[in-house]
């Protein structure tokens, strides 16, 4: 039996009248979420911060020695040259296959340019390895664990805590905000972690980005090195010291230009993944699981926001690695990214794309997932105790 025209009529007007269905709020991660203080966030941060900046350490000198050469930076050694003309087979031992076995001045075989000139990340690892030793492609590792356990440490628990503020008050007041909360709160959190740690990235860089020239001399570690950005701007004026400090924060401008969109882009990738990956295999007594989808969902947004802010990378070590003061303080992103634009092209603006997306999918996605296993594993022993 045929249902009534009037039938189909008051059933189409009544569904045409009924308000749509309000929009799901996003699935909280665990209970852990919430119930943890910031203490015990910090803890699991600076413990995946670690892990992560011993691992990809390596790839971050290839991505600086590269964005540093194309400003610039020359990389031979007068060390090198000299030894080289002294002792014709040091060349193959030192530089083969790159070394080209023929004289200057008679004075025996020595290195051509090539041998000092970086083609790529692999050319950098090999010769990094055979001029400097296996050690140097760790080389500003100290920096960098001093640089990721505050970063990471306030950079983490701050966006968890704001994340859950702002799903909250989205929920209650205007949930079509809601799936944006990871943007806003990254955005916040790294711009804190950003403004607190700018000197010590700054030393990192500068760490990272060149090399001695003289054999056996040990490198600046990170006091010294920040010593060295200061010191042409000591003055017997009190009142200028004070004001010469301010290029320990050389680069901050160019590092928030970089990370704000980095991070706020990662996480609107990651959050979508991750929350979808944890809905099909469960996550509440399952730290494999855990470990698992954050770092699939981090991999995969680490390559994405990486890619996206190469050219913000490329100005940032610009600005950092420049040794004028006076060029320093008038140096600005967009300056640097128009000059950089000028002289090079694109390619000059996306220099060191491929370490920088390969250091930083694993990297993002061994921070997240370390800092959510470590979250579960403190949540569960504080809540049996």
Request: with cysteine; glycine share 8%; net charge positive.
């Amino acid at each position: 039996m045929e249902p009534s025209s009037n039938t189909l009529a008051s059933s189409s007007s009544s569904s045409s009248s009924s308000p749509p269905p309000p929009p799901t709020p996003p699935r909280r991660m665990a209970s852990s979420d919430t119930s943890m203080g910031f203490g015990e966030r910090a803890i699991a941060a600076a413990g995946a911060a670690v892990v992560s900046a011993v691992i990809v350490n390596p790839l971050d000198v290839a991505k600086t020695r590269l964005q540093a050469q194309a400003a610039g930076v020359l990389y031979n050694s007068v060390y090198l040259i000299l030894i080289v003309s002294q002792f014709p087979l040091f060349s193959y031992f030192r530089c083969y296959p790159s070394c080209s076995p023929t004289g200057v001045h008679g004075s025996g075989p020595t290195c051509s340019p090539d041998c000092f000139q970086y083609k790529g990340t692999i050319d950098v690892f090999y010769k990094v390895i055979r001029q400097e030793g296996f050690a140097r492609l760790w080389r500003g590792t100290n920096a960098s664990l001093v640089l990721a356990v505050p970063t990471v440490g306030i950079y983490l628990p701050s966006y968890d805590i704001l994340r859950n503020w702002i799903e909250d008050f989205t929920n209650q007041h205007s949930p079509a905000l809601t799936p944006y909360a990871p943007l806003a709160a990254g955005s916040i959190a790294r711009t804190l972690a950003c403004i607190s740690c700018s000197p010590i990235e700054l030393a990192r860089t500068r760490m990272q980005a060149f090399k001695e020239s003289h054999p056996g001399a040990k490198a600046p570690g990170i006091w010294k090195t920040l010593l060295g950005v200061l010191s042409p701007r000591k003055s017997a004026n009190h009142l200028e010291n004070l004001q010469g400090y301010r290029l320990l924060w050389t680069g901050m401008g160019a590092q928030l230009a970089r990370d704000v969109p980095f991070s706020a882009i990662c996480w609107l990738t990651l959050e979508p993944i991750r929350r979808r990956l944890l809905g099909l295999i469960g996550e509440e007594d399952n730290v494999a699981g855990v470990i698992g989808a954050n770092f699939s969902a981090g991999f995969a947004a680490g390559v994405v926001a990486a890619g996206a802010t190469c050219p913000l990378d490329v100005a940032k070590t610009r600005r950092q690695i420049e040794k004028d003061p006076a060029r320093i303080l008038n140096m600005n992103t967009r300056r640097v990214l128009l000059e950089v634009w000028r002289n090079e092209g694109m390619k000059g603006l996306f220099t060191g794309v491929g370490p920088r997306v390969g250091r930083a999918g694993p990297s993002v996605g061994i921070v997240v997932s370390f800092y959510e296993a470590l979250k579960h594993i403190l949540h569960k022993r504080h809540a049996n105790s």
